[in-house]
């Protein structure tokens, strides 16, 4: 399958590189092999050629691939130059390609776009090469790799097989409605749509996937004066807050986004919490430290023991103090400006960070894929309450739908543009 023009692009890193990967996909990719470098090399063999411009001038010495379609990453005839990754050598290489008839530069995931469009990748699949591309910690790759790999399309393929089947059984006795001896669902058909309808409500509690892009939000939280900005520097490795014996120095919120043995954090100090006096930018400041509270996973406290809010971790900082006051209750005491106990913290926060997020390798579902998922639930939901077949037909064919939606069978441009849209030049 064809999508129309040719399609170039620059697919390595930004030059200067070592090496300069431009990928050509389309009905001329052939034609493009010939041009530059003057034949067709073995197919999925690299050959070293010559490439040269329409004027017969030298442009670089360089490899060429040849991939014959249609089991290609696009599904198209597709080409490779593996050029030296000057400056100069790609955009002269580019240019040449760019003078061919039909054959033009690729738009932001347009190659991958037409992966989808020829059926070498689902959606979900592509959903999760785009996260891939973005992943800047171990959980993040783990879990793209998991969609990319197919393990959310598997199983959305799997409950789709299993609405069919309930379909059929209700399309049975549609067809003997009309005689004498007319056929009932048999009393495993609700059990069955109850169990199907469970399973998916156990994916639909999972972490989701955009959990994996903010990180873990861990707020401290806590008077002035009381380590806060200092905890934090610890935490996020660098002198990111201002620290001052001066109370009310931290004003607003600061957040830093890190990852801690392959976990993503998002560390936020706030300004100390206290009654708000004149200083109005002070009032601000702390009320966006209580807003910040309600979105944290975790609120390390570093105030009076037993008055931070629900669930928050007690945390007797500054040890290394004359006056120092420890905590009955203390998760941990430590002192961020010596170090001592901030290693324990920082291990114990990514084990409830692991906990919180989905696992490593784990299929995670995104906001859209949510809502499909939500979608065919409820349309389960809704079928288990209804007895006219008619009606328990027509939920289940809601939930084949939302299904073919969460995989691409059945979408809209406007979201193809949106998803595809996100991708890299080259990708």
């Known amino acids: 399958m064809s999508t129309g023009a040719t399609i170039f692009a620059l697919s390595s890193g930004a030059p200067p590189a070592g090496v300069g990967v431009i990928r050509v996909s389309g009905p001329q990719a052939r034609v493009a092999l010939e041009a530059l470098a ?27 691939l040849w991939f014959p379609g249609p089991n290609t990453a696009t599904g198209e005839d597709l080409a490779e130059f593996h050029c030296h990754g000057g400056r100069a050598v790609i955009a002269a ?34 959903e999760g090469l785009g996260d891939l591309l973005s992943a800047e910690t171990e959980l993040q790759r783990a879990a793209a790799l998991a969609n990319l ?22 399309e049975g006795v549609l067809d003997f409605s009309d005689e004498e001896d007319s056929a009932d669902l048999h009393e495993c058909f609700t059990w069955n749509i109850a169990a199907l309808a469970s399973e998916l409500h156990e994916w639909l509690a999972r972490p989701r996937s955009e959990r994996l892009g903010e ?19 610890a935490l996020v490795e660098s002198e990111a807050a201002i620290t001052s014996p001066i109370a009310g120095t931290t004003r607003d919120v600061i957040e830093r986004p890190v990852a801690i043995a392959g976990v993503p954090f998002t560390f936020v100090d706030t300004a100390g919490l206290r009654a708000p006096g004149e200083d109005a930018i002070e009032a601000i400041g702390i009320a966006r430290a209580e807003a910040e509270l309600a979105r944290a996973d975790l609120v390390l406290w570093l105030g009076p023991e037993g008055e931070g809010p629900e669930g928050a971790w007690e945390i007797a900082a500054q040890a290394d103090l004359q006056d120092f006051a420890p905590k009955a209750a203390a998760r941990f005491t430590l002192s961020a400006a ?35 998922l939500s979608e065919a639930a409820e349309a389960l939901v809704a079928a288990q309450g209804l007895s006219d077949p008619l009606l328990v037909a027509e939920e289940l064919r809601r939930a084949r739908l939302a299904f073919d939606r969460q995989i691409g069978r059945a979408t809209t441009e406007d979201m193809l543009d949106t998803l595809f849209g996100r991708f890299c030049i080259g990708k």
């Open 215 to 233: 990180g873990y939000r861990v707020v401290l939280a806590g008077p002035p004066n009381a380590g806060k900005s200092t905890l934090f520097n």
């Open 338 to 372: 010596t170090g001592e106990g901030v290693a324990p913290l920082k291990t114990a926060l990514v084990e409830a960070a692991r906990d919180a997020l989905p696992k490593p390798g784990e299929a995670a579902l995104n906001a859209r894929q949510h809502a499909r």
């Open 38 to 64: 003057g034949r067709v090399p073995t197919p999925r063999r690299a050959s070293l050629a010559r490439l040269r411009g329409a004027d017969g001038a030298l442009l670089d010495e360089a490899l060429a």
């Open 149 to 170: 790999g197919g393990a959310l399309s598997r199983q959305v393929e799997g409950w789709r097989e299993r609405v069919l089947g309930l379909s059929a059984e209700v």
């Open 93 to 126: 290489v580019e240019g040449a390609l760019a003078a061919l008839p039909d054959t033009r530069r690729a738009e932001p995931g347009e190659f991958t776009r037409r992966a989808f469009a020829n059926g070498r990748i689902d959606l979900a699949e592509a």
